[in-house]
């Protein structure tokens, strides 16, 4: 039988301390165990996995934030990456939950390590996915895109240029079916083959057209956030973080995920022989099994 897309069991917005809405949607089974998952860069709310209703990933309630400027959630001037937590347990507060497991995938991952680093009194546990790692370190650029490396040099010396430049080439609204396929060709087998499934490419569609809804100032944010320190040290992270990478991921190469392995003082890292960037769509049974929740 074709899997088929789940659709959000609940969506809202809550008001936060300084005005700002914050958007999520909610997934899977409402009486489970929490977890919070971090969209990537661009993304929405509407990210996650179409099979979200089966196997271990169905009996959690998958809670998937907007983070500023994109979807609904209003945007934060001057966000700083540790601005995130705050407004993660104020989410947390507003749905009634004293402990929740969070999941940052790809450029959702900085994010879900500001939260190890934060609110580790809070997290269940904390998984980074396909994700990012600091850029700012000798080395830190090898082996991205022509692209991303441009964009992460403009974003830490010249951020004022990233919005019109994304606007203009990598528009995440203008066509989003264009926008996830424009690199498929360098992307490895497992990722080709999990973009051919209508339920990813329709979900991806609309997840990308939701991120662009109030126009590529928080893609441009994100990614001045990344290009610059993060404000906290990974090794200063005390809680146990599972960091899962795909060996053939051809976005964010595994040296990402084996420099977050090595310098996460209690790492606890699976690297997937086939695997590719869009990990988290193949394995979030795996990955929330080793949240142990």
């Known amino acids: 039988m074709a899997e088929t897309q789940a659709p959000p069991r609940l969506e809202g917005r809550i008001r936060l301390p300084d005005g700002r809405s914050l958007a999520c949607a909610q997934y899977g089974e409402l009486e489970g165990p929490p977890v919070i998952y971090f969209h990537g860069t661009p ?8 099979a979200i209703g089966t196997g271990t990933a169905g009996r959690v309630r998958l809670i998937v934030p907007d983070r500023p400027g994109y979807g609904l959630s209003d945007f934060h ?7 995130w937590p705050l407004d993660v347990a104020r989410l947390a507060d507003a749905l009634g939950l004293e402990r929740f497991a969070v ?7 900085p994010h879900a390590a500001a939260c190890a680093y934060a609110l580790s009194d809070r997290l269940t546990g904390a998984a980074l996915i396909s994700s990012l790692a600091p850029v700012d370190r ?4 090898e082996h991205l895109s022509p692209w991303v490396r441009a964009a992460f040099r403009l974003g830490r010396w010249a951020p004022w240029s990233l919005r019109p430049l994304i606007w203009l080439m990598s528009n995440p ?3 989003p079916e264009r926008f996830f396929l424009a690199n498929t060709e360098r992307l490895c087998p497992s990722d080709r083959r999990l973009l051919t499934r209508p339920e990813v490419r329709r979900m991806l569609a609309e997840d990308f057209r939701e991120a662009g ?6 893609y441009a944010q994100d990614v ?9 040290a990974l090794q200063a992270i005390t809680m146990p973080v599972s960091v899962w990478h795909g ?7 595994p040296r990402m995920g084996r420099y977050l392995a090595e310098t996460i003082p209690r790492a606890r890292v699976r690297f997937v022989p086939d695997g590719g960037h869009f990990l988290a769509l193949n394995y979030l049974d795996g990955i929330v099994e080793s949240l142990d929740l």
């Not at 993304?43 to 179409?50: D, I, T």
């Open 103 to 109: 999941v940052g995938v790809s450029g959702g991952g």
């Open 43 to 50: 993304g929405s709310r509407l990210e996650h996995p179409p």
């Open 213 to 218: 809804r109030q126009g590529v100032r928080a």
């Open 247 to 253: 060996e053939c991921d051809t976005i964010l190469p």
């Open 173 to 175: 609204r203008r066509d």
């Open 138 to 141: 000798p080395g830190g650029l």
């Open 224 to 232: 001045t956030l990344f290009s610059r320190p993060w404000g906290f």
């Open 77 to 83: 001037p001057g966000r700083r990456l540790l601005d």
